[in-house]
């Protein structure tokens, strides 16, 4: 849906900006939790590498709150609503260099597992999507010339789409929420204007849904005894997470992002942590981490951020 939401020219335009927040941003988000990690909750360095890395990505599921609909529209420029919704698309799967490097230093796999799991699963996401975007824009330019196709088939066009991408990337060891939305940004170069409104509200519409029962099941899972063991340090951590982790980075960052000062504090504070945290975390539990602290601090961080 966020692949889909800008017509192709305009997120062209604001590659640079996009890039500094990618690569620069993330990567010193990831920087200043894990240093907070280490000061206030008192972990290792392979644990706070972990914790930043589960934390670094803004969550494009929460941003669509603050980016979409009338309020936003009316309020917000277009060009900041695109920063923060393409920023939030692309991290989401870019983090996990960053969580996979985490993992290699708990476990002391050293830099190969990085390597492999890491940077080869980003680029097989970009390969893969990029591939199966360009195709599949291709195939529905080719039927909508020929009126072989109904305007709203549009939505089920890219729904399977975003599922069979992902699970053709996570069969070849890729990252597959990174190949969703390469295949996305793909596929909107190909069919650009062919993309409807209403089959693009309906996107979003079903976007929203799909996200009820994910944070259901994450209110029904909070770990209240993970939150008393942290005591007044988890709220500390909570604090210092949401002030120091994206506003200063993009304060650095301005002369490179060109918004205007009222611009740049929304964007500096709106960098919900939502559903890509819970995911790196449950990665990282899967694989059995052992810092404790990983859950509960992870968890009361995306409550608050919510």
């Not at 010193?28 to 240093?35: H, P, Q, S, W």
């Not at 420029?77 to 698309?89: I, M, V």
């Not at 611009?263 to 059995?288: I, K």
């Amino acid at each position: 849906a966020i692949a889909l939401r800008y017509p192709w020219p305009d997120v062209v335009a604001n590659r640079r900006p996009l890039a500094w927040m990618l690569l620069v941003g993330m990567a010193g988000m990831a920087a200043v939790v894990a240093a907070l990690g280490a000061w206030i909750l008192g972990l290792g360095f392979a644990g706070a590498v972990l914790l930043g890395g589960t934390l670094a990505p803004t969550d494009p599921v929460l941003a669509t709150s603050v980016v979409t609909g009338d309020p936003a529209e009316e309020a917000l420029p277009a060009r900041l609503r695109l920063l923060l919704s393409a920023e939030s698309g692309a991290n989401d799967g870019l983090a996990l260099p960053i969580v996979v490097a985490g993992l290699a230093l708990v476990h002391g796999d050293g830099a190969d597992r990085f390597a492999i799991e890491g940077l080869f699963a980003i680029a097989v996401a970009v390969v893969v999507g990029a591939v199966v975007g360009e195709v599949s824009g291709r195939a529905f330019a080719a039927l909508d010339d020929a009126r072989d196709i109904e305007d709203s088939a549009f939505f089920v066009f890219t729904l399977v789409l975003a599922f069979f991408v992902l699970g053709l990337t996570n069969s070849a060891g890729g990252d597959g929420i990174l190949g969703v939305f390469v295949a996305g940004l793909a596929y909107n170069r190909i069919v650009g204007q062919r993309t409807y409104e209403a089959e693009r509200e309906n996107d979003e519409g079903i976007n929203r849904v799909l996200v009820l029962p994910a944070f259901a099941l994450f209110g029904a899972i909070l770990p209240w005894a993970g939150w008393a063991e942290l005591g007044w340090r988890g709220g500390a951590f909570v604090v210092a997470v949401l002030v120091l982790r994206r506003l200063p980075v993009v304060l650095l960052l301005a002369p490179a992002l060109r918004l205007e000062r009222r611009g740049l504090a929304f964007y500096g504070w709106f960098g919900p942590m939502g559903v890509a945290a819970l995911f790196y975390v449950t990665l990282a539990l899967e694989d059995h981490a052992g810092v404790p602290e990983l859950w509960p601090a992870v968890a009361l961080v995306v409550a608050a951020s919510t």
